[in-house]
């Protein structure tokens, strides 16, 4: 103690005690919160899956969609919206929205576990009838014609998550996200559903097949090597703009200054 | 006749056999030797000619193998994302290039870059023409032409983007066909006259293809042949410097200096687009998408060299208003079609304005520093800064998508932008360039600031001012300086009444905008007085010289510079030195 003693009027005790306690609290807090979801599962199985879902929904979304998820201010109702919206928006961690803005963003890793959203889900279809969360078979692209998909793709996709899938804006901050990274599941359930600004396809519009295809064809863009070289973020010609005055003319110039040094 | 070597032997041979026949002997030795000034900043046009026959060589190539119909086929070739697809030949001749061809995608993807390039170097070439001067008096028609080029790179860098038949290229005819139906009275008519009926149509990319590959190219090619003719017979202008005057040329000969440095410098410029179009992707029309009037693609953009216009059409705010029963699109008239009208005839007409504003009749051979045209910078920087906010409103969908912003924020910043930061661009440059021409009368008269500082024996700190060497006294005195027009009387001596008093007086008032501010160089007594003043600094300095060997400066006496041995007092040191400081 007499090491501790000696030091306890040291400028920096005080800094080393909030250290300590912050990383005090921050241990403890992360050990609570991981504790939830277990805790959770304990309880779930003592009740039916729709049940468990209510439950969730009172906790976790009923403070924007209200307590009969009827909507509020805050949020739109989920009557209606059925299980594939609920799956779509919380297993890409769109939901639960972590603050208000343009529109919710993508989180990764989601927020509940499978099971939680698969009861969430099951709790919101039980208000409703609506969309229903795609099986394997609907999702199943293996068959599927690129080339059309592309032309389905570029009539009804481009015009917002642009040509190459890179995403683009839209108005007031709003954005239709890059589908580099997505999964069929989510294609096919954000085509169903019209999650954000997105309009809904409903198989009406474009029939399974045809969702198939365009889902064959995003994947194709997702694996597609690029025969030219560096691709630069497949974003058209601003990015070409960028690199050709930066790198290209910092070269080319830097060779002309170099010429011209040469002659002194 | 004395002995040579076999390869004088051969060559002068050569030369006479020749020379015997066309006469080309007298022609070579009065231009081999034509001197060429030296700065890098005069090779950027060098830049635009050797990109440009990288253009032409690449597009060569491209011709043998691109069919310019749209006559419909279904694709057939290796890019399997697309097979299948009904598509128009002039895509399916591209996606073949690309895919079939071998090299095909290199030289495309050179095609464009060299293309991009070119474009981008006359850019450039004409802010340093611009920003130093060299349009004066002889070179305006030079500059015309130089105009005329840009325009005609536009124009054909613009055809070619068009001339794929992807996505991209006819979200950007639709954009130029719109364009042309916002002219009012003919704009209907025009763009039916050219599509040949609606939009697409059949045959406009044919002709867009010879427009491409014939007439534009043409032209480039002869108004090049002008430029440099013109260049040759007007000489190179060059930067003030030591023995640089109005009436000569300093550098080196044409032959064999300016052939091996420009010749290198064409194979860097070849190398460097050759490099990039090999491990750079530009314009990947297969994954665009073949052109359907029914599509679009989010990010639709145009090259670089359109972008401005883009923005222009992107920043405009909705207005139309109906005129005896007709729209008038002013939404789109205005940016397309009014602004880069005003802007063109402006810059084509600049060095004329420039001339009748300041009355300078004279011919200048020797460049402006930009400093020392602060006004004729400050504009430039001014139409800079409003080019690079509408470069800006261009990209805005790609500025918001990356950087998480609002686009319809960007947008407010631009319109408010477009009107507030050039005219304080142009207050801050003129600003910065009068700063500069002060800071280059303070070097004449006072020297450079050394950097030394010395505490003098009495404890005084004074920083020693050295003259500045004779290569930069040469450049900051090769300037000339220009008084402002006087202000004309508004009635003659007998009280007859000045005819165009009011143009006159309102050039006399724009003359003095231009150059009363202008800081005059000293006068050869001022400078002469300001050397006695830098030798009697030196003088100062002199005896302690001997503490450059750091480590014989004794740090801790206070930090000055003092060494054991040394003079402490100014009296001390002149008995040393005889009664010399």
């Known amino acids: 103690m007499k090491f501790l003693a000696a030091r306890r009027r040291s400028p920096l005790a005080a800094v080393a005690m909030l250290l300590i306690a912050l990383i005090g609290i921050g241990a403890g807090y992360a050990v609570i919160a991981n504790a939830r979801p277990a805790e959770a599962a304990a309880v779930a199985s003592s009740e039916t899956q729709v049940e468990q879902g209510k439950r969730l929904y009172l906790e976790g979304c009923s403070s924007c969609h209200g307590m009969q998820s009827q909507g509020t201010s805050q949020g739109p109702t989920l009557v209606g919206v059925g299980a594939a919206s609920v799956d779509f928006q919380v297993s890409s961690g769109r939901m639960p929205m972590a603050m208000p803005g343009a529109q919710a963003v993508a989180r990764d890793p989601a927020q509940y576990t499978d099971e939680q959203i698969a009861a969430m889900a099951a709790y919101v279809a039980s208000l409703a009838p609506g969309p229903a969360i795609p099986t394997e078979e609907d999702v199943n692209f293996e068959n599927a014609d690129a080339a059309q998909g592309g032309v389905l793709f570029r009539t009804n996709c481009s015009q917002c998550h642009q040509a190459a899938g890179q995403g683009g804006a839209l108005t007031q901050g709003k954005y239709a996200p890059s589908l580099m990274q997505v999964e069929p599941k989510e294609i096919y359930e954000a085509m169903i559903t019209g999650p954000q600004s997105m309009p809904v396809f409903s198989n009406a519009t474009i029939p399974t097949k045809d969702k198939q295809a365009i889902i064959k064809y995003i994947d194709t863009l997702q694996t597609l090597p690029d025969p030219g070289g560096l691709a630069l973020g497949r974003l058209g010609p601003v990015p070409e703009t960028v690199f050709l005055w930066t790198a290209v003319f910092a070269a080319l110039i830097g060779v002309a200054i170099w010429i011209g040094i040469k002659a002194r | ?581």
């Open chain 2, 1 to 581: 006749m004395t002995a040579t070597s076999p390869v004088e032997q051969v060559g002068g041979g050569v030369a006479t056999y020749v020379d015997q026949r066309v006469g080309s002997n007298k022609f070579l030795a009065r231009n081999l030797g034509k001197v060429f000034p030296d700065h890098w900043s005069f090779m950027l046009g060098e830049i635009a000619l050797y990109s440009f026959i990288v253009v032409l060589l690449t597009g060569t190539f491209l011709t043998l193998f691109f069919k310019p119909s749209m006559v419909e086929v279904l694709y057939d070739g290796s890019y399997v994302p697309l097979k299948g697809i009904k598509m128009s030949q002039a895509y399916a001749s591209t996606l073949d290039i690309s895919f079939d061809v071998r090299g095909g995608l290199l030289l495309r993807q050179m095609h464009h870059w060299a293309a991009l390039i070119f474009i981008a170097a006359m850019s450039v070439h004409m802010f340093r023409v611009f920003f130093t001067g060299a349009f004066r008096k002889p070179r305006e028609f030079n500059w015309i032409i130089g105009v005329v080029l840009v325009t005609l790179g536009l124009g054909a860098g613009f055809s070619g983007y068009s001339l794929p038949d992807d996505l991209l290229s006819g979200t950007g005819l639709q954009i130029a066909r719109g364009i042309m139906q916002s002219i009012p009275v003919i704009g209907t008519w025009m763009a039916f006259l050219l599509f040949d009926g609606e939009f697409p149509g059949t045959e406009f990319i044919s002709r867009l293809y010879a427009v491409h590959i014939l007439l534009i190219p043409g032209l480039i090619l002869a108004m090049v042949t002008i430029h440099l003719m013109l260049v040759w017979t007007q000489k190179h202008t060059q930067f003030p410097g030591p023995g640089r005057t109005n009436d000569n040329v300093v550098g080196y000969p044409l032959l064999p200096v300016y052939m091996a440095k420009a010749g290198g410098f064409f194979f860097v410029v070849f190398g460097v687009i050759a490099l990039i179009g090999g491990l750079v992707t530009i314009n990947p029309i297969w994954i665009f998408g073949p052109f359907m009037p029914d599509q679009v693609s989010a990010g639709s953009q145009p090259d670089w060299y359109i972008g401005w216009l883009d923005g222009a059409l992107r920043t405009m705010p909705n207005w139309e208003s109906t005129l005896f029963g007709f729209t008038i699109s002013w939404n789109i008239f205005v940016p397309a079609v009014i602004i880069p009208g005003i802007i063109f005839t402006a810059l084509a007409l600049y060095p004329f304005l420039e001339a009748w504003v300041t009355g300078d009749k004279k011919e200048h051979h020797l460049l402006d520093r930009p400093r020392n045209a602060p006004t004729r910078t400050g504009i430039g920087v001014m139409a800079l800064s409003f080019y690079l906010l509408l470069w800006i409103g261009g990209g805005n969908d790609i500025i918001a998508l990356t950087f998480g912003m609002s686009i319809n924020s960007i947008t407010w910043f631009l319109r408010i932008a477009l009107f507030v930061v050039p005219p304080i661009m142009f207050v801050v440059t003129r600003r910065i360039c009068l700063g500069l021409q002060r800071r280059d009368r303070d070097k004449l008269l006072h020297g450079y600031e050394s950097g030394r500082i010395l505490r003098l024996p009495h404890g005084e700190f004074i920083e020693v001012h050295q003259p500045i060497n004779a290569k930069e006294l040469a450049v900051i005195t090769g300037k000339t300086d220009i008084a402002p027009l006087a202000l004309p009387p508004a009635t003659d001596a007998d009280g007859v009444r000045n005819k165009h008093f009011h143009v006159k007086k309102l050039r006399a008032k724009l003359s003095g905008f231009f150059y009363s501010e202008n800081v005059a160089l000293p006068t050869a007594a001022e400078i002469e007085e300001g050397q006695h003043h830098a030798a009697h600094d030196a003088a100062i300095e002199a005896p302690l010289h001997a503490y450059e060997d750091a480590d014989q400066i004794n740090r801790a006496h206070g930090g000055v510079l003092h060494h054991p041995g040394m003079p402490e007092t100014n009296a001390e040191q002149l008995a040393n030195d005889g009664g010399h400081l």
